[in-house]
């Protein structure tokens, strides 16, 4: 977190779990970021962002870099559970401006 925040970043997590179900996580691994629940919207955020995977009815595990104008920037989709490549991502283009 500390390298995303000196990155000029936000981190924002998408789960389609309902809300109760994010706060335990949060509390479980001491995630300093908000959790936002699909669960409401029957995940048309995970749906919109090509997450979803209809075989197991579930979302992957996905990590979008959308940059200021809204544009996603980079996407890692295999081991989207280790943030490296995306922070290194976060300190180039912090680098560029």
């Known amino acids: 977190m500390d390298k995303l925040e000196a990155a000029d970043t936000q981190v924002l997590g998408v789960s389609m779990d309902s809300p ?55 996407v890692q989709d295999t081991g989207a559970v280790d943030p490296t490549k995306i922070v290194a991502a976060c300190e180039r283009r912090k680098l560029k401006n």
């Open 20 to 74: 109760f179900a994010n706060k335990a996580f949060a509390d479980s691994v001491g995630a300093k970021f908000p959790l936002a629940s699909d669960w409401f919207n029957d995940g048309a955020v995970t749906k919109a962002y090509g997450a979803w995977n209809p075989k197991y009815r579930a979302a992957e595990r996905i990590t979008y870099l959308i940059d200021k104008s809204g544009k996603i920037a980079e």
